[in-house]
């Protein structure tokens, strides 16, 4: 099997990392040689970070390189448009319609682009948009954001639904279990 | 059993596995975890140590004794362990030792992109590189014999994709710690002249052994796949080779980059029509096959800077780019910052707004650079803002005395703060310091340090007096003032530069991440009060942005710190 690139992309903080802890596990468990790859350090304090998960029957490299990418799932609208060209010919993009200010924009050095989303879709690629911000709130935590990204991509994984709901169970705290599974629940739903 | 682990974690296991009795290290990124993990261990001892020199001693201390010891710290760590290192080369080991060391390419948290393989071959031990968790924990536990077989402390260099890459690991099962008899050798641990002569013809003679052991060692593989191209590479660059040209090239990969074999390498140059050598960093496998007489490219067609990846490789062997599309638009950068909260930014606003001149040091307060703060001038190295700061009093006397400043964290100071300070006191210059006591070391992601009263498992521990111990380092004037306060901070610092000696600002609150820290409920503006004066705008918070020509406040990460409220002259924070 020819190895699958996923990177998950958004703003430190997010919780971009529990979701490719998540990813990773499953895809061990399901028996794939699997490689995931994240910056740690300053990413805790507001910048842009990156995530890699690569899995196949062996897996070489842990980064992923542009025009590789089979799905990008970004945090973040400007994230997504930053890591666009990473994604290979084909390839889908899952965004949370979120907007979040960087620094050079709040202090009004630079502008956050508009429709940034629409430019890339006129470009052709396939944006999956959607507002994991306000499902992951109807589930019960703004903070299941990860989850409901992870709901929607699951969809086009070939790992059956149970086998997710079964990581959730393995991966988060109890008692936060029955809410990400919602969260879960209305991204692959959505 | 098989684990999706990082490559840290890797370590942490191979060493538990491989019967590590004490390890002892300071945090860096990207090596923090190996000692993280390890600390989770009851049957070994571990602990941070204040910086990379006492933990290397500490390591070399518990060898002697007859555990199996280890260190760990990033590539600019071992600088501050190089002294004992240096002489650990001379002495050898009785429980085998281990240095973990994790280089930084392309610099994602440090000030340098320094290659560590060359202390290995100046200090002359053996070094050990694994390309993924597997190997990382195959190496890290085998490393203890390597260094009681050939009597050497040995390094285990890391870089921060492999440290931080997860993987598969199948553990194996583990030898169980043992604590060799020790025995008072003089002529062995003494390194005095007399004894020192005699140990180094026996470095030498061990460096022949070793690379007798390189020329045939599960360390150094070779795959055959084709005549015409022979790739001799190491660590993460082995991977994007692979990635990238498959089956379609010859490799004969490097596990044991000091010492490195000569036959090996003279037989798989000799298998081959043309020879590359792909190594991240500096040419230093390629400087020893260049030393051998043979012809290679290297550093002609792969760079010294940064990290590769497959598509370095690709592009380097004339591969077709792969597709790709990107927006047009300009993408503004998203560099991080100090958090909403974060007790560093009243210090730095009240530096910035009197245009003093900073010192800076490394750890989180180093994000005090980036606008709109932008109140840093200089940041080299761990300590060297107080250090820094004197010798440029030294040289510009009373003029630069009360306009210059140095601020440094608190696990900083205790790493290499304390001895600047000292120099300040004995060598009177007229400095003042600030010490940034947030209460944790907080860039590496939250370790206790001797300032904190807590140790690395989170039990009370002795709790530096920073107060007591400034006056016990020759200064008279300490003062505590809590940076929420902007008042206080503007009077602490004009007072503190204005007074005729040297004097200490301690600048006190917890890092606003630590879960024992309570937030307040956050602020919001009152947009009909708001005269759009961006005063607020100018601290940089980034719960802060301005709607509509207004301030706003981000509900989400407002901590309810009231520094921005505290210079809304209109009263419209509230």
Redesign the interface.
């Known amino acids: 099997m020819k190895t699958t690139s996923v990177m998950i992309v958004g ?2 903080g997010q919780g971009s990392l529990l979701a490719s802890k998540l990813l ?2 499953l895809l ?1 468990d399901e028996g794939y ?16 970070v990156v995530t890699y998960v690569r899995f196949g029957d062996k ?5 992923v ?4 990418a089979d799905v990008i799932i970004s945090f973040e609208k ?2 997504a ?2 890591y ?6 084909g390839g889908r993009i899952v965004v949370n319609t979120q907007q979040i ?13 508009v429709d ?1 989303l629409d ?2 879709i006129a ?3 396939n944006v999956e948009a959607l507002d994991a911000l306000a499902l992951a709130e109807q589930a019960g935590s ?1 903070k299941a954001v990860n989850i409901v990204l992870m709901g929607r991509v699951a969809k086009s994984l070939d790992i059956p639904y149970e086998r997710w709901i079964a990581a959730i169970e393995n991966t988060v705290a109890p008692k936060f279990v029955e809410m990400n599974k919602k969260a879960f629940d209305l991204g692959y739903n959505a | 059993m ?1 684990k ?1 682990m990082i490559g840290n974690q890797a370590v942490a296991a191979g060493l538990h596995d491989g019967g590590l009795g004490v390890v002892s290290s300071y945090p860096g ?2 090596s923090t ?1 190996i000692t993280e993990f390890l600390s989770q261990y009851d049957d070994l001892h571990s602990e941070w140590a204040p910086n990379e020199k006492v933990a290397c001693e500490v390591a070399f201390g518990a060898s002697l004794a007859g555990a199996r010891s280890a260190c760990a710290m990033k590539h600019v760590g071992l600088n501050v362990a190089a002294d004992p290192l240096f002489t650990l080369s001379y002495t050898g080991v009785n429980g085998g030792m281990v240095i973990c060391v994790a280089d930084d390419p392309a610099m ?2 440090s000030q340098n992109e320094q290659d560590s393989r060359h202390y290995a071959v100046a200090a002359k031990v053996p070094m050990l590189e694994p390309s ?1 968790s597997a190997e990382a924990y195959a190496f890290a536990k085998s490393a203890f014999e390597l260094s009681e077989k050939y009597d050497t402390p040995v390094l285990l260099r890391m870089c ?2 492999i440290a ?5 690991v199948e553990t194996a099962e583990p030898t169980p710690a043992v604590l060799k008899d020790y025995e008072k050798t003089p002529a062995k641990y003494i390194m005095m002249p007399g004894n020192a002569i005699k140990r180094h013809p026996i470095v030498e003679q061990r460096t022949l052994a070793l690379q007798a052991l390189a020329e045939d060692c599960v360390y150094n593989t070779v795959e055959m796949h084709s005549d015409e191209i022979g790739i001799i590479t190491s660590g ?1 660059s082995y ?2 080779v ?2 990238a040209l498959g089956d379609s090239v010859s490799i004969l990969k490097i596990g044991m980059p000091n010492p490195l074999p000569v036959e090996l390498i003279k037989d798989f140059a000799a298998k081959v029509k043309k020879l590359y050598v792909i190594e991240e960093l500096d040419p230093i496998i390629e400087t020893h096959v260049r030393a051998l007489g043979l012809e290679v490219v290297g550093k002609e067609l792969f760079s010294m800077l940064g990290e590769f ?3 370095t490789i690709a592009k380097a062997f004339g591969l077709a ?19 909403a909260g974060c007790p560093h930014r009243g210090i730095f606003y009240t530096l910035a707004k009197n245009k003093i001149t900073v010192h800076g040091d490394i750890g ?1 307060y180093t ?1 005090g650079a ?3 703060l932008s109140a840093l001038d200089s940041t080299l190295c761990m300590g060297a803002s107080i250090s820094g700061l004197h010798g440029f009093n030294a040289a510009r006397g009373a003029s630069a005395e009360g306009k210059t400043v140095a601020v440094i964290g608190d696990s900083t100071f205790m790493h290499s703060g304390m001895t600047g300070l000292v120099n300040v006191a004995y060598n009177a210059t007229n400095s003042t310091v600030i010490i940034l006591d947030n209460s944790i070391t907080g ?3 939250h370790q206790q340090n001797p300032t904190t009263g807590f140790n690395i498992k989170g039990d009370p521990a002795a709790k530096v007096d920073l107060e007591a111990l400034c006056h016990a380092l020759g200064i008279n004037r300490v003062r505590v003032v809590d940076p929420y306060d902007l008042a206080a901070c503007e009077t602490a610092i004009k007072e503190e530069l204005a007074a005729a000696e040297p004097s200490v600002i301690i600048s006190r609150r917890p890092c606003v ?1 630590l879960k024992t820290v309570k937030h307040a409920p956050p602020l919001t503006v009152d947009a009909d009060k708001c005269r759009s004066c961006k005063k607020c ?1 100018k601290l ?1 918070c ?1 719960a ?3 709607k509509d020509g207004k301030a706003k406040i981000d509900a ?1 990460l407002c901590v309810g710190c009231g520094v921005c409220k505290q210079l809304c002259a209109f009263d419209a924070i509230n």
């Open positions: 703003v430190g990773g596990r061990m040689d699997v490689k995931v790859s994240e910056v740690h350090g300053m990413s805790q304090r507001g910048g842009s897996v070489y490299s842990p980064i390189t542009e025009g590789e400007l994230e448009a930053r666009a060209s990473y994604l290979k010919e200010d960087p620094m050079p924009v709040i202090i009004g050095a630079a502008q956050y682009p940034v430019e890339l470009k052709g690629v703004s | 098989k999706l990124t990207p975890e994602h948290s993924d921060t994709r931080h890459s997860q993987s598969v993460c991977l994007y692979k990635e990846s497959q598509q780019d792969k597709a790709s599309v990107s927006a047009d638009s300009p993408i503004p950068a998203r560099p991080p910052m100090m958090c989180c994000l980036v606008p709109p860039m590496t992601g991440l705008m940089g980034p802060i942005s301005l989400t």
